[in-house]
């Protein structure tokens, strides 16, 4: 076939082309309706899956962050019913207002049992912090070492809670062997939502 056959082909008259002629035109238009339609269709849809795929690691790393707190829910309820529970039973270990005078008669009765001489019983005011009010009292006995063990012990056992602070150890002058025990006692009581002391 020669270039001037080339130009005297007809488009009204495709069928009579020679065969490589037809052959080439048909792979020149499939390339064609294949370059369009990946320009058009295919390379759009593979720029939504690159972004899906990148959608789909971030989508499995927050789920099984998720899974891992799911996982925990029943262990971290049951750890909160707990620390209510002992929250609740601490709670109850803080006097009222009514039974802060029982606890005062309570911390000198041990002293009174562990056998020591008071010389001092005074308590203080109030002084309220975040969720509870402090009661301090002034404290100072007389007797020996295992005697404020006793009494210090008997306090601790209280069903109320008390703390000893500051506690400071001395002879009596001109008492031979006997102690002075000198120390704040605080007990505290619950402050309610109202801001009263339940």
């Given at each position: 076939?020669?270039?001037?056959d080339?130009n005297n082909?007809?488009?009204?008259?495709?069928?009579?082309w020679?065969i490589p002629?037809?052959?080439?035109?048909?792979v020149i238009?499939?390339?064609a309706?294949i370059g369009?339609?990946w320009?058009k269709?295919?390379d759009p849809?593979?720029?939504?899956?690159?972004?899906?795929?990148?959608?789909?690691?971030?989508?499995k790393?927050a789920?099984?962050?998720?899974q891992k707190?799911?996982a925990?829910?029943p262990a971290?309820k049951?750890?909160l019913?707990?620390?209510?529970?002992?929250?609740?039973?601490?709670?109850k270990?803080?006097?009222n207002k009514?039974?802060?005078a029982?606890?005062l008669?309570d911390?000198?009765?041990?002293?009174?049992?562990?056998?020591?001489?008071?010389?001092l019983?005074?308590p203080?005011?109030?002084?309220p912090a975040d969720?509870?009010v402090?009661l301090p009292i002034?404290?100072?006995?007389?007797?020996d070492?295992?005697?404020f063990g006793t009494?210090?012990?008997?306090i601790?056992?209280?069903?109320?809670?008390?703390t000893?602070?500051e506690?400071r150890?001395?002879p009596v002058?001109?008492?031979?062997?006997r102690l002075s025990l000198?120390t704040?006692?605080k007990?505290?009581?619950?402050?309610?939502?109202?801001?009263e002391g339940?």
């Amino acid at each position: 076939m020669k270039v001037s056959d080339l130009n005297n082909l007809s488009l009204d008259n495709i069928g009579s082309w020679p065969i490589p002629v037809k052959v080439t035109c048909a792979v020149i238009v499939i390339a064609a309706i294949i370059g369009v339609g990946w320009w058009k269709d295919i390379d759009p849809l593979r720029l939504q899956l690159e972004t899906e795929r990148k959608n789909e690691v971030d989508l499995k790393i927050a789920f099984e962050a998720k899974q891992k707190k799911a996982a925990n829910l029943p262990a971290l309820k049951q750890q909160l019913e707990d620390i209510k529970e002992t929250f609740g039973d601490l709670l109850k270990r803080l006097p009222n207002k009514t039974e802060v005078a029982e606890l005062l008669v309570d911390i000198s009765q041990q002293g009174l049992g562990a056998g020591l001489e008071f010389e001092l019983f005074k308590p203080g005011s109030e002084q309220p912090a975040d969720f509870y009010v402090e009661l301090p009292i002034q404290i100072k006995v007389i007797g020996d070492y295992h005697q404020f063990g006793t009494f210090i012990s008997g306090i601790s056992d209280l069903p109320r809670i008390v703390t000893s602070h500051e506690i400071r150890i001395a002879p009596v002058k001109e008492g031979g062997d006997r102690l002075s025990l000198e120390t704040t006692a605080k007990t505290y009581r619950y402050i309610d939502e109202e801001g009263e002391g339940s």
